[in-house]
Protein backbone atom coordinates (compact mmCIF):
# COMPACT_ATOMS: atom_id res chain seq x y z
CA UNK A 1 0.00 0.00 0.00
CA UNK A 2 1.60 3.34 -0.91
CA UNK A 3 2.39 5.24 1.88
CA UNK A 4 1.65 9.14 2.12
CA UNK A 5 4.13 11.50 1.78
CA UNK A 6 3.16 15.21 2.80
CA UNK A 7 6.27 17.87 2.00
CA UNK A 8 8.16 18.53 4.92
CA UNK A 9 8.07 21.01 8.06
CA UNK A 10 10.71 23.19 9.74
CA UNK A 11 11.89 20.43 12.07
CA UNK A 12 16.10 20.89 12.48
CA UNK A 13 16.16 16.63 11.54
CA UNK A 14 20.44 16.63 10.94
CA UNK A 15 20.38 13.21 13.00
CA UNK A 16 19.37 9.66 11.98
CA UNK A 17 16.32 7.77 13.94
CA UNK A 18 15.86 4.68 12.92
CA UNK A 19 12.16 3.18 11.67
CA UNK A 20 11.15 -0.08 11.80
CA UNK A 21 10.96 -2.25 8.87
CA UNK A 22 8.39 -2.13 6.14
CA UNK A 23 6.45 0.61 4.53
CA UNK A 24 6.11 3.40 7.02
CA UNK A 25 3.11 4.99 7.38
CA UNK A 26 2.55 8.86 6.71
CA UNK A 27 5.98 10.94 6.02
CA UNK A 28 9.17 9.21 4.53
CA UNK A 29 11.62 8.45 6.70
CA UNK A 30 14.29 9.96 4.58
CA UNK A 31 12.05 13.54 4.73
CA UNK A 32 11.01 13.43 7.86
CA UNK A 33 14.32 13.03 9.43
CA UNK A 34 17.14 13.65 6.97
CA UNK A 35 20.42 13.20 7.61
CA UNK A 36 23.13 15.97 5.90
CA UNK A 37 23.98 13.48 2.59
CA UNK A 38 21.34 11.65 1.32
CA UNK A 39 22.83 9.10 -1.57
CA UNK A 40 20.06 8.15 -4.04
CA UNK A 41 21.49 4.96 -5.76
CA UNK A 42 19.93 2.09 -7.33
CA UNK A 43 19.34 0.10 -10.44
CA UNK A 44 19.41 2.39 -13.97
CA UNK A 45 15.58 2.82 -14.46
CA UNK A 46 13.98 2.65 -11.11
CA UNK A 47 13.40 6.55 -10.68
CA UNK A 48 16.53 7.60 -8.94
CA UNK A 49 16.71 11.07 -10.40
CA UNK A 50 12.98 11.47 -9.82
CA UNK A 51 12.88 10.71 -6.45
CA UNK A 52 16.40 12.52 -5.84
CA UNK A 53 14.92 15.62 -6.74
CA UNK A 54 11.30 15.56 -5.50
CA UNK A 55 13.36 15.07 -2.14
CA UNK A 56 15.57 17.71 -2.27
CA UNK A 57 12.41 20.20 -3.62
CA UNK A 58 9.94 19.29 -0.92
CA UNK A 59 12.92 20.02 2.24
CA UNK A 60 14.03 23.39 0.31
CA UNK A 61 10.05 24.01 0.30
CA UNK A 62 10.27 23.20 4.00
CA UNK A 63 12.36 25.84 3.98
CA UNK A 64 15.96 24.22 4.55
CA UNK A 65 18.87 25.35 2.53
CA UNK A 66 19.31 21.98 -0.05
CA UNK A 67 22.22 21.45 -2.48
CA UNK A 68 21.02 18.91 -5.49
CA UNK A 69 24.15 17.00 -7.06
CA UNK A 70 24.28 14.74 -9.78
CA UNK A 71 27.62 12.06 -10.39
CA UNK A 72 25.79 10.76 -13.63
CA UNK A 73 27.84 11.75 -16.90
CA UNK A 74 24.60 10.89 -18.51
CA UNK A 75 22.64 13.00 -16.15
CA UNK A 76 19.16 14.48 -17.20
CA UNK A 77 18.71 17.17 -14.43
CA UNK A 78 18.52 19.91 -17.31
CA UNK A 79 15.38 18.54 -18.71
CA UNK A 80 13.71 17.32 -15.66
CA UNK A 81 14.50 21.17 -13.78
CA UNK A 82 13.82 23.42 -16.79
CA UNK A 83 17.73 24.60 -16.36
CA UNK A 84 21.24 24.66 -17.82
CA UNK A 85 23.57 22.51 -16.14
CA UNK A 86 26.80 24.34 -14.78
CA UNK A 87 29.91 22.43 -12.77
CA UNK A 88 28.61 24.99 -9.78
CA UNK A 89 25.96 25.37 -8.16
CA UNK A 90 22.90 26.93 -10.09
CA UNK A 91 19.66 28.48 -8.31
CA UNK A 92 16.17 26.44 -9.29
CA UNK A 93 13.63 29.29 -10.39
CA UNK A 94 10.47 28.51 -8.59
CA UNK A 95 12.55 27.04 -5.50
CA UNK A 96 13.39 28.98 -2.97
CA UNK A 97 16.67 27.46 -1.29
CA UNK A 98 16.93 24.75 -3.81
CA UNK A 99 20.33 24.74 -5.88
CA UNK A 100 21.72 22.41 -8.69
CA UNK A 101 25.36 21.04 -9.40
CA UNK A 102 26.32 18.79 -11.89
CA UNK A 103 29.67 17.27 -11.61
CA UNK A 104 31.06 17.41 -15.52
CA UNK A 105 33.52 14.97 -15.68
CA UNK A 106 35.33 16.83 -18.82
CA UNK A 107 35.56 20.33 -16.49
CA UNK A 108 36.48 18.45 -13.22
CA UNK A 109 39.58 17.29 -15.33
CA UNK A 110 40.58 20.39 -16.38
CA UNK A 111 40.38 22.03 -13.20
CA UNK A 112 42.32 19.07 -10.91
CA UNK A 113 45.29 19.60 -14.34
CA UNK A 114 45.67 23.03 -13.86
CA UNK A 115 45.78 23.03 -10.08
CA UNK A 116 48.54 20.27 -10.41
CA UNK A 117 50.57 22.76 -13.09
CA UNK A 118 50.17 25.09 -10.69
CA UNK A 119 51.98 23.06 -8.10
CA UNK A 120 54.63 22.74 -9.80
CA UNK A 121 56.00 26.10 -9.17
CA UNK A 122 57.80 28.82 -11.37
CA UNK A 123 60.74 26.78 -11.86
CA UNK A 124 59.36 23.94 -13.89
CA UNK A 125 60.63 24.28 -17.12
CA UNK A 126 57.79 24.00 -20.39
CA UNK A 127 59.12 19.93 -21.11
CA UNK A 128 58.18 19.29 -17.30
CA UNK A 129 54.65 21.13 -17.78
CA UNK A 130 54.22 19.02 -21.15
CA UNK A 131 55.34 15.99 -19.04
CA UNK A 132 52.98 16.51 -16.51
CA UNK A 133 49.86 17.46 -18.86
CA UNK A 134 50.47 14.57 -20.64
CA UNK A 135 49.88 12.14 -17.54
CA UNK A 136 46.96 13.99 -17.02
CA UNK A 137 45.40 13.34 -20.34
CA UNK A 138 43.50 10.02 -19.61
CA UNK A 139 40.72 8.50 -18.17
CA UNK A 140 42.13 8.01 -15.07
CA UNK A 141 42.43 12.01 -14.48
CA UNK A 142 39.02 11.96 -15.28
CA UNK A 143 37.62 9.84 -12.73
CA UNK A 144 40.03 10.90 -10.22
CA UNK A 145 39.02 14.88 -10.63
CA UNK A 146 35.58 13.67 -10.33
CA UNK A 147 35.69 12.18 -7.39
CA UNK A 148 37.80 15.01 -5.78
CA UNK A 149 34.87 17.54 -6.49
CA UNK A 150 32.77 14.81 -4.91
CA UNK A 151 34.87 14.51 -1.56
CA UNK A 152 35.02 18.24 -1.33
CA UNK A 153 31.47 18.30 -0.77
CA UNK A 154 31.81 16.18 1.95
CA UNK A 155 35.09 16.77 3.66
CA UNK A 156 34.66 20.27 3.79
CA UNK A 157 31.14 19.85 5.48
CA UNK A 158 29.10 21.78 2.97
CA UNK A 159 28.38 24.67 5.06
CA UNK A 160 26.58 26.83 3.21
CA UNK A 161 24.00 23.55 2.65
CA UNK A 162 21.44 22.18 5.30
CA UNK A 163 21.65 19.04 3.27
CA UNK A 164 23.33 17.68 0.36
CA UNK A 165 21.40 15.07 -2.30
CA UNK A 166 23.38 12.79 -4.64
CA UNK A 167 21.38 11.90 -7.81
CA UNK A 168 23.96 8.86 -8.70
CA UNK A 169 24.79 6.95 -11.50
CA UNK A 170 23.34 3.80 -11.82
CA UNK A 171 24.65 1.10 -9.43
CA UNK A 172 28.20 -0.22 -10.76
CA UNK A 173 29.14 3.12 -11.48
CA UNK A 174 28.16 4.64 -8.15
CA UNK A 175 29.16 1.46 -6.29
CA UNK A 176 32.51 2.42 -7.96
CA UNK A 177 32.60 5.94 -6.65
CA UNK A 178 31.57 5.21 -3.33
CA UNK A 179 34.47 2.76 -2.68
CA UNK A 180 36.98 5.24 -4.01
CA UNK A 181 37.30 7.25 -0.55
CA UNK A 182 38.56 3.98 1.21
CA UNK A 183 40.68 2.85 -1.77
CA UNK A 184 42.79 6.15 -2.73
CA UNK A 185 43.07 6.66 1.33
CA UNK A 186 44.77 2.93 1.22
CA UNK A 187 46.69 3.99 -1.56
CA UNK A 188 48.01 6.98 -0.08
CA UNK A 189 48.89 6.46 3.65
CA UNK A 190 52.57 5.83 3.71
CA UNK A 191 52.91 6.60 -0.13
CA UNK A 192 55.42 9.06 -0.80
CA UNK A 193 55.39 8.74 -4.75
CA UNK A 194 51.74 9.03 -5.70
CA UNK A 195 50.60 7.43 -9.25
CA UNK A 196 52.66 7.52 -12.61
CA UNK A 197 49.01 8.08 -14.39
CA UNK A 198 48.17 10.80 -12.38
CA UNK A 199 51.02 13.19 -12.38
CA UNK A 200 53.26 14.01 -9.35
CA UNK A 201 52.69 12.53 -6.08
CA UNK A 202 51.77 16.32 -4.79
CA UNK A 203 49.39 16.28 -6.72
CA UNK A 204 47.81 13.74 -5.25
CA UNK A 205 49.12 13.74 -1.65
CA UNK A 206 47.44 17.32 -0.99
CA UNK A 207 44.10 15.72 -1.23
CA UNK A 208 44.80 12.86 0.93
CA UNK A 209 43.49 15.00 4.19
CA UNK A 210 40.26 15.84 1.86
CA UNK A 211 39.60 11.90 1.11
CA UNK A 212 39.70 10.77 4.32
CA UNK A 213 37.48 13.29 5.70
CA UNK A 214 34.95 12.25 2.91
CA UNK A 215 35.67 8.73 4.35
CA UNK A 216 35.05 9.07 7.90
CA UNK A 217 31.67 11.67 6.68
CA UNK A 218 30.74 8.62 4.38
CA UNK A 219 31.01 5.94 6.97
CA UNK A 220 28.86 8.42 9.81
CA UNK A 221 25.23 7.48 10.05
CA UNK A 222 23.87 10.59 11.77
CA UNK A 223 25.61 12.62 8.38
CA UNK A 224 24.77 10.01 5.82
CA UNK A 225 21.74 8.30 4.37
CA UNK A 226 22.14 5.77 1.28
CA UNK A 227 18.51 5.25 -0.08
CA UNK A 228 18.35 2.21 -2.24
CA UNK A 229 15.80 2.67 -5.16
CA UNK A 230 13.97 -0.19 -6.74
CA UNK A 231 10.89 -0.95 -8.57
CA UNK A 232 8.50 -3.59 -7.62
CA UNK A 233 10.49 -5.71 -9.83
CA UNK A 234 12.62 -8.67 -8.99
CA UNK A 235 15.66 -7.93 -10.74
CA UNK A 236 16.09 -3.92 -9.44
CA UNK A 237 15.41 -5.36 -5.95
CA UNK A 238 18.06 -8.35 -6.20
CA UNK A 239 20.10 -5.16 -7.08
CA UNK A 240 19.16 -3.17 -4.50
CA UNK A 241 20.05 -6.38 -1.78
CA UNK A 242 23.51 -6.55 -3.60
CA UNK A 243 24.39 -3.05 -3.40
CA UNK A 244 23.25 -2.80 0.18
CA UNK A 245 25.67 -6.09 0.50
CA UNK A 246 28.22 -4.30 -1.13
CA UNK A 247 27.90 -0.73 1.02
CA UNK A 248 28.48 -2.04 4.17
CA UNK A 249 31.80 -3.13 4.17
CA UNK A 250 32.90 0.37 2.63
CA UNK A 251 31.10 1.59 5.95
CA UNK A 252 27.58 2.92 5.05
CA UNK A 253 25.57 1.10 7.07
CA UNK A 254 23.02 3.36 7.15
CA UNK A 255 20.27 2.38 4.61
CA UNK A 256 16.87 2.78 3.43
CA UNK A 257 14.63 1.12 0.61
CA UNK A 258 12.10 2.87 -1.37
CA UNK A 259 10.26 0.78 -3.84
CA UNK A 260 8.76 3.14 -7.00
CA UNK A 261 6.60 2.98 -9.23
CA UNK A 262 3.85 0.52 -7.48
CA UNK A 263 0.90 -0.10 -9.47
CA UNK A 264 -2.04 -1.02 -8.45
CA UNK A 265 -4.57 -1.91 -10.83
CA UNK A 266 -8.32 0.19 -11.26
CA UNK A 267 -9.65 -2.45 -14.10
CA UNK A 268 -9.99 -5.58 -12.92
CA UNK A 269 -11.21 -6.69 -16.08
CA UNK A 270 -8.10 -5.55 -18.01
CA UNK A 271 -5.40 -8.51 -18.20
CA UNK A 272 -2.48 -6.09 -18.81
CA UNK A 273 -3.17 -4.18 -15.96
CA UNK A 274 -3.59 -7.06 -13.40
CA UNK A 275 -0.78 -8.76 -15.09
CA UNK A 276 1.21 -5.96 -14.34
CA UNK A 277 0.00 -5.34 -10.56
CA UNK A 278 0.75 -9.48 -10.17
CA UNK A 279 4.32 -9.09 -11.13
CA UNK A 280 5.14 -6.29 -8.74
CA UNK A 281 2.90 -8.13 -6.17
CA UNK A 282 5.05 -10.95 -6.57
CA UNK A 283 8.41 -9.26 -6.56
CA UNK A 284 7.44 -7.61 -3.32
CA UNK A 285 6.27 -11.25 -1.24
CA UNK A 286 9.76 -12.34 -2.42
CA UNK A 287 11.98 -9.61 -1.62
CA UNK A 288 15.47 -10.68 -0.74
CA UNK A 289 14.90 -10.76 3.50
CA UNK A 290 18.19 -8.27 3.63
CA UNK A 291 16.19 -6.06 2.03
CA UNK A 292 12.91 -7.08 4.54
CA UNK A 293 15.08 -5.44 7.67
CA UNK A 294 15.31 -1.99 5.75
CA UNK A 295 13.22 0.88 6.76
CA UNK A 296 10.90 1.39 3.69
CA UNK A 297 8.52 3.40 1.59
CA UNK A 298 6.70 2.86 -1.55
CA UNK A 299 5.55 5.21 -3.99
CA UNK A 300 3.07 4.51 -6.29
CA UNK A 301 3.03 4.67 -9.64
CA UNK A 302 2.03 8.13 -11.50
CA UNK A 303 -0.12 8.94 -14.74
CA UNK A 304 2.33 11.39 -15.71
CA UNK A 305 5.63 12.36 -16.56
CA UNK A 306 8.44 13.73 -13.57
CA UNK A 307 8.98 16.56 -15.61
CA UNK A 308 8.40 20.22 -14.44
CA UNK A 309 8.28 21.30 -11.01
CA UNK A 310 4.23 20.39 -10.48
CA UNK A 311 4.99 17.23 -11.09
CA UNK A 312 8.06 16.43 -9.08
CA UNK A 313 6.19 17.89 -6.17
CA UNK A 314 3.32 15.63 -7.12
CA UNK A 315 5.24 12.41 -7.08
CA UNK A 316 5.77 12.61 -3.12
CA UNK A 317 2.38 14.31 -2.48
CA UNK A 318 -0.46 12.78 -0.82
CA UNK A 319 -2.62 13.43 -3.92
CA UNK A 320 -0.83 13.00 -7.56
CA UNK A 321 -2.00 15.59 -9.16
CA UNK A 322 0.54 17.65 -11.01
CA UNK A 323 -2.21 20.05 -12.82
CA UNK A 324 -5.79 19.49 -14.42
CA UNK A 325 -6.36 15.76 -14.81
CA UNK A 326 -6.18 14.28 -18.02
CA UNK A 327 -9.58 14.22 -20.02
CA UNK A 328 -10.03 10.34 -20.29
CA UNK A 329 -9.08 8.89 -23.44
CA UNK A 330 -10.64 5.85 -25.78
CA UNK A 331 -8.31 2.93 -26.31
CA UNK A 332 -6.44 3.34 -29.58
CA UNK A 333 -7.48 1.41 -32.81
CA UNK A 334 -4.74 -0.81 -34.00
CA UNK A 335 -3.47 1.38 -37.04
CA UNK A 336 -3.55 4.59 -34.35
CA UNK A 337 -0.62 5.15 -34.51
CA UNK A 338 0.81 4.76 -38.03
CA UNK A 339 2.26 1.56 -39.61
CA UNK A 340 2.99 -0.99 -37.23
CA UNK A 341 7.29 -0.89 -36.26
CA UNK A 342 9.31 -3.77 -36.98
CA UNK A 343 10.40 -6.04 -34.01
CA UNK A 344 13.68 -7.34 -33.09
CA UNK A 345 13.10 -10.75 -35.21
CA UNK A 346 13.69 -8.02 -38.62
CA UNK A 347 16.46 -6.51 -37.11
CA UNK A 348 18.51 -9.65 -35.77
CA UNK A 349 17.60 -10.42 -39.86
CA UNK A 350 19.79 -7.31 -40.84
CA UNK A 351 22.34 -7.99 -38.52
CA UNK A 352 23.35 -11.58 -39.39
CA UNK A 353 23.49 -10.58 -43.15
CA UNK A 354 26.86 -8.76 -42.12
CA UNK A 355 28.46 -12.83 -41.27
CA UNK A 356 30.29 -10.95 -38.39
CA UNK A 357 30.93 -7.62 -36.42
CA UNK A 358 30.55 -5.83 -33.35
CA UNK A 359 27.12 -5.15 -32.23
CA UNK A 360 26.90 -2.77 -29.07
CA UNK A 361 23.96 -2.11 -27.47
CA UNK A 362 23.76 1.21 -25.52
CA UNK A 363 21.29 3.48 -23.60
CA UNK A 364 20.16 4.72 -20.24
CA UNK A 365 20.19 2.46 -17.19
CA UNK A 366 17.15 0.56 -16.65
CA UNK A 367 15.71 0.58 -20.27
CA UNK A 368 16.37 -3.19 -21.04
CA UNK A 369 19.95 -2.97 -22.83
CA UNK A 370 20.41 -6.11 -21.53
CA UNK A 371 17.75 -8.19 -22.63
CA UNK A 372 17.67 -6.82 -25.97
CA UNK A 373 21.35 -7.65 -26.32
CA UNK A 374 20.83 -11.38 -24.74
CA UNK A 375 18.07 -11.20 -27.57
CA UNK A 376 20.04 -10.05 -30.56
CA UNK A 377 22.80 -13.21 -29.36
CA UNK A 378 20.23 -15.58 -29.27
CA UNK A 379 18.92 -14.25 -32.47
CA UNK A 380 21.95 -14.51 -33.91
CA UNK A 381 23.01 -18.29 -33.32
CA UNK A 382 19.15 -18.76 -34.77
CA UNK A 383 20.24 -17.65 -37.90
CA UNK A 384 23.97 -19.79 -37.85
CA UNK A 385 25.79 -17.43 -36.57
CA UNK A 386 28.49 -17.85 -33.28
CA UNK A 387 28.34 -15.56 -31.12
CA UNK A 388 30.21 -13.94 -28.30
CA UNK A 389 27.71 -11.98 -25.59
CA UNK A 390 29.89 -10.13 -23.31
CA UNK A 391 28.91 -7.01 -20.97
CA UNK A 392 31.18 -4.05 -20.03
CA UNK A 393 28.39 -3.14 -16.94
CA UNK A 394 29.92 -4.19 -13.70
CA UNK A 395 26.58 -4.58 -12.32
CA UNK A 396 25.97 -7.89 -14.90
CA UNK A 397 22.95 -9.51 -15.12
CA UNK A 398 23.67 -11.55 -18.54
CA UNK A 399 23.48 -15.04 -16.80
CA UNK A 400 20.56 -14.22 -15.08
CA UNK A 401 18.72 -13.35 -18.18
CA UNK A 402 19.56 -16.46 -20.02
CA UNK A 403 19.41 -18.63 -18.04
CA UNK A 404 21.12 -21.55 -19.50
CA UNK A 405 23.34 -22.43 -22.34
CA UNK A 406 22.99 -22.22 -26.17
CA UNK A 407 25.36 -23.82 -28.48
CA UNK A 408 27.29 -21.29 -30.42
CA UNK A 409 27.02 -18.50 -27.74
CA UNK A 410 29.86 -18.13 -25.40
CA UNK A 411 29.08 -15.72 -22.35
CA UNK A 412 31.20 -13.68 -20.53
CA UNK A 413 31.79 -10.14 -18.96
CA UNK A 414 34.42 -7.85 -18.33
CA UNK A 415 35.09 -8.17 -14.39
CA UNK A 416 37.07 -5.39 -12.87
CA UNK A 417 38.85 -7.19 -10.45
CA UNK A 418 39.65 -10.33 -12.86
CA UNK A 419 40.96 -7.97 -15.77
CA UNK A 420 42.92 -5.40 -12.92
CA UNK A 421 44.71 -8.46 -11.59
CA UNK A 422 45.22 -9.81 -15.23
CA UNK A 423 46.72 -6.61 -16.21
CA UNK A 424 49.01 -5.81 -12.67
CA UNK A 425 50.30 -9.50 -14.12
CA UNK A 426 51.18 -8.70 -17.32
CA UNK A 427 52.87 -5.25 -16.93
CA UNK A 428 54.95 -7.28 -14.24
CA UNK A 429 55.69 -9.68 -16.42
CA UNK A 430 57.21 -7.78 -19.02
CA UNK A 431 59.00 -5.50 -16.78
CA UNK A 432 60.29 -7.36 -14.00
CA UNK A 433 63.32 -8.80 -16.42
CA UNK A 434 64.88 -5.19 -16.78
CA UNK A 435 64.20 -4.59 -13.00
CA UNK A 436 66.01 -4.79 -9.61
CA UNK A 437 64.02 -5.79 -6.32
CA UNK A 438 63.24 -2.49 -5.13
CA UNK A 439 62.44 -1.05 -8.60
CA UNK A 440 60.05 -4.12 -8.91
CA UNK A 441 58.53 -3.21 -5.50
CA UNK A 442 57.84 0.51 -6.96
CA UNK A 443 56.14 -0.81 -9.64
CA UNK A 444 54.05 -3.18 -7.84
CA UNK A 445 53.02 -0.39 -5.21
CA UNK A 446 52.90 2.12 -8.18
CA UNK A 447 49.91 -0.62 -9.91
CA UNK A 448 47.84 -0.99 -6.53
CA UNK A 449 46.58 2.92 -7.62
CA UNK A 450 42.90 2.40 -7.72
CA UNK A 451 43.06 4.04 -11.55
CA UNK A 452 44.68 0.67 -12.72
CA UNK A 453 40.99 -0.64 -12.97
CA UNK A 454 39.99 1.90 -15.34
CA UNK A 455 43.02 0.99 -17.58
CA UNK A 456 42.79 -2.65 -17.52
CA UNK A 457 38.79 -2.59 -18.07
CA UNK A 458 39.61 -0.46 -21.38
CA UNK A 459 42.52 -3.28 -22.51
CA UNK A 460 39.98 -5.98 -21.70
CA UNK A 461 37.05 -3.78 -23.99
CA UNK A 462 39.99 -3.57 -27.04
CA UNK A 463 40.64 -7.20 -26.56
CA UNK A 464 36.79 -8.03 -27.24
CA UNK A 465 36.42 -5.55 -29.75
CA UNK A 466 39.25 -7.19 -31.96
CA UNK A 467 37.61 -10.84 -31.66
CA UNK A 468 34.69 -9.34 -33.75
CA UNK A 469 36.76 -9.15 -36.70
CA UNK A 470 36.14 -12.91 -37.61
CA UNK A 471 32.66 -13.44 -35.69
CA UNK A 472 29.77 -11.48 -33.50
CA UNK A 473 30.58 -9.88 -30.39
CA UNK A 474 27.58 -8.55 -29.04
CA UNK A 475 28.26 -6.44 -26.01
CA UNK A 476 25.88 -5.46 -23.38
CA UNK A 477 27.07 -2.03 -22.43
CA UNK A 478 26.99 -0.20 -18.87
CA UNK A 479 24.05 2.60 -18.90
CA UNK A 480 24.97 5.86 -20.91
CA UNK A 481 27.45 7.79 -18.21
CA UNK A 482 29.74 5.03 -17.80
CA UNK A 483 30.00 3.80 -21.44
CA UNK A 484 30.67 7.70 -22.36
CA UNK A 485 33.59 7.22 -19.58
CA UNK A 486 34.83 3.92 -21.69
CA UNK A 487 34.64 6.26 -25.32
CA UNK A 488 36.68 8.97 -23.71
CA UNK A 489 39.45 6.61 -22.74
CA UNK A 490 39.22 5.09 -26.17
CA UNK A 491 39.47 7.95 -27.64
CA UNK A 492 42.70 9.06 -25.50
CA UNK A 493 44.06 6.23 -26.51
CA UNK A 494 43.41 6.49 -30.00
CA UNK A 495 45.02 9.83 -29.59
CA UNK A 496 48.14 8.39 -28.36
CA UNK A 497 48.89 5.77 -30.67
CA UNK A 498 48.67 8.63 -33.09
CA UNK A 499 50.79 10.44 -31.97
CA UNK A 500 53.58 7.85 -30.84
CA UNK A 501 53.37 6.48 -34.41
CA UNK A 502 53.11 9.43 -36.70
CA UNK A 503 55.54 9.75 -39.49
CA UNK A 504 56.16 5.44 -38.27
CA UNK A 505 53.71 3.99 -39.93
CA UNK A 506 50.76 5.66 -38.42
CA UNK A 507 48.25 4.42 -41.59
CA UNK A 508 49.53 1.12 -40.62
CA UNK A 509 47.54 1.14 -37.09
CA UNK A 510 43.94 0.28 -36.33
CA UNK A 511 42.68 1.58 -32.51
CA UNK A 512 39.45 0.74 -31.38
CA UNK A 513 37.91 3.74 -31.95
CA UNK A 514 38.86 3.58 -35.83
CA UNK A 515 36.69 0.21 -35.13
CA UNK A 516 34.16 1.98 -33.81
CA UNK A 517 33.94 4.20 -36.26
CA UNK A 518 33.65 1.24 -39.11
CA UNK A 519 30.11 1.30 -39.99
CA UNK A 520 30.83 -1.63 -41.49
CA UNK A 521 32.02 -3.37 -38.47
CA UNK A 522 30.43 -1.91 -35.45
CA UNK A 523 26.51 -1.70 -35.10
CA UNK A 524 25.39 0.46 -32.13
CA UNK A 525 22.06 -0.01 -31.27
CA UNK A 526 20.51 2.46 -28.94
CA UNK A 527 17.16 0.90 -26.68
CA UNK A 528 15.06 3.41 -25.13
CA UNK A 529 11.68 3.34 -22.83
CA UNK A 530 8.67 5.36 -24.48
CA UNK A 531 9.22 8.31 -22.02
CA UNK A 532 10.61 11.26 -22.33
CA UNK A 533 13.81 10.82 -20.02
CA UNK A 534 15.03 7.90 -21.54
CA UNK A 535 14.29 8.82 -24.90
CA UNK A 536 16.07 12.02 -24.17
CA UNK A 537 19.20 10.73 -22.74
CA UNK A 538 19.25 8.68 -25.75
CA UNK A 539 18.98 11.63 -27.94
CA UNK A 540 22.07 13.36 -26.03
CA UNK A 541 24.13 9.78 -26.06
CA UNK A 542 23.39 9.91 -30.53
CA UNK A 543 25.03 13.60 -30.55
CA UNK A 544 28.08 12.26 -28.25
CA UNK A 545 28.68 9.49 -30.63
CA UNK A 546 27.98 11.42 -33.81
CA UNK A 547 30.81 13.80 -32.19
CA UNK A 548 33.27 11.04 -31.88
CA UNK A 549 32.24 9.93 -35.14
CA UNK A 550 30.14 6.84 -34.77
CA UNK A 551 27.13 6.59 -35.91
CA UNK A 552 23.99 4.60 -34.38
CA UNK A 553 22.88 1.77 -36.75
CA UNK A 554 19.06 1.22 -35.26
CA UNK A 555 16.92 2.89 -32.33
CA UNK A 556 14.74 -0.04 -30.24
CA UNK A 557 11.49 0.96 -28.24
CA UNK A 558 11.39 -1.09 -25.48
CA UNK A 559 8.12 -1.98 -23.22
CA UNK A 560 5.61 -0.25 -25.37
CA UNK A 561 2.20 -0.22 -23.94
CA UNK A 562 0.29 1.48 -27.13
CA UNK A 563 -0.15 -2.46 -28.67
CA UNK A 564 -1.62 -3.58 -25.64
CA UNK A 565 -4.75 -2.04 -25.75
CA UNK A 566 -4.73 -1.69 -21.95
CA UNK A 567 -8.11 0.04 -20.74
CA UNK A 568 -7.00 0.99 -17.36
CA UNK A 569 -7.40 4.67 -16.75
CA UNK A 570 -3.67 5.01 -15.30
CA UNK A 571 -1.93 3.31 -17.68
CA UNK A 572 -4.01 4.66 -20.77
CA UNK A 573 -3.21 8.16 -19.02
CA UNK A 574 0.73 7.21 -19.76
CA UNK A 575 -0.57 6.43 -23.59
CA UNK A 576 -0.61 9.74 -25.01
CA UNK A 577 3.02 10.46 -22.98
CA UNK A 578 3.94 7.30 -25.38
CA UNK A 579 3.11 8.50 -28.18
CA UNK A 580 4.52 11.92 -28.42
CA UNK A 581 7.78 10.13 -28.38
CA UNK A 582 6.83 7.43 -31.02
CA UNK A 583 6.08 10.52 -32.79
CA UNK A 584 9.72 12.11 -32.33
CA UNK A 585 11.42 9.38 -32.51
CA UNK A 586 9.77 8.91 -36.40
CA UNK A 587 10.37 12.84 -36.93
CA UNK A 588 13.97 11.91 -38.15
CA UNK A 589 15.43 11.29 -34.49
CA UNK A 590 15.58 7.59 -35.17
CA UNK A 591 17.19 6.66 -38.46
CA UNK A 592 15.60 3.16 -38.39
CA UNK A 593 13.23 2.28 -35.30
CA UNK A 594 12.11 -1.25 -34.13
CA UNK A 595 9.62 -1.94 -30.97
CA UNK A 596 9.21 -4.82 -28.54
CA UNK A 597 5.76 -4.46 -27.08
CA UNK A 598 5.34 -4.95 -23.20
CA UNK A 599 5.02 -8.71 -22.22
CA UNK A 600 2.68 -10.39 -19.93
CA UNK A 601 5.58 -12.89 -19.24
CA UNK A 602 9.01 -11.39 -18.47
CA UNK A 603 11.42 -12.07 -21.27
CA UNK A 604 14.04 -14.12 -19.30
CA UNK A 605 15.18 -17.50 -20.19
CA UNK A 606 16.17 -18.98 -23.32
CA UNK A 607 12.67 -19.62 -24.82
CA UNK A 608 11.20 -16.36 -24.01
CA UNK A 609 13.85 -14.46 -25.48
CA UNK A 610 14.09 -16.68 -28.86
CA UNK A 611 10.33 -16.12 -29.52
CA UNK A 612 11.40 -12.12 -29.13
CA UNK A 613 13.05 -12.79 -32.30
CA UNK A 614 11.94 -15.73 -33.53
CA UNK A 615 11.48 -15.79 -37.78
CA UNK A 616 7.95 -16.50 -38.62
CA UNK A 617 8.68 -19.87 -39.50
CA UNK A 618 10.45 -20.63 -36.37
CA UNK A 619 7.33 -19.00 -34.61
CA UNK A 620 5.00 -21.37 -36.64
CA UNK A 621 6.93 -24.37 -35.38
Known sequence: ????????????????????????????GFIAHPTRYLF?????????????TATALALADGGRRVLLVSTDAASNLDEMLGIELRNAPVPVPGAPGLLVLNIDPGHAAESYRQRVLAGLGADATAEERATVREQLSGACTTEIASFDEFSALLADGAPSWDHVVFDTAPTGHTLRLLSLPKAWTGFLQGNDRGAACLGPHSGLKMQEARFRAALDALGDPSRTTVILVARPDRGALE??????AELRPLGLGNQRLVVNGVFHASDHGDDVACAIEALGRQA??????????????????????????PALRALLAAEATPG???????????????????????????LAA??????????KGGVGKTTIAAALAVGLVQRGQTVHLSTTDPAAHLAGTLQGRLPGLELSRIDPKVETQRYIDKVVAARSPRLDAQERALLLEDLQSPCTEEVAVFHAFSRIVGEARTAFVVLDTAPTGHSMLLMDATGAYHRQ???EFEGHGAARIVTPLMRLQDASYTRIILVTLPEVTPVSQAAALQDDLRRA???PNAWVLNKSLLATGTRDPLLRSRLAAERRQVERLRAGLARRLHALPWRVVPPVGLDELSRLVATPAQAAA
Do not use: W
Not at 5 to 26: K, L, M, V, Y
Open 324 to 350: PPPAPTPAPAPDADGPALPGLAALADE
Open 1 to 28: MHDKIPEPGHESGHRHEAAPPGPQAGRA
Open 40 to 52: FTGKGGVGKTSLS
Open 354 to 363: AGHGLIMVMG
Open 549 to 551: GIE
Open 239 to 244: EAARTA
Open 497 to 499: MTR
Open 284 to 309: LREMPPALRELPQDQVALRPFDTVGL
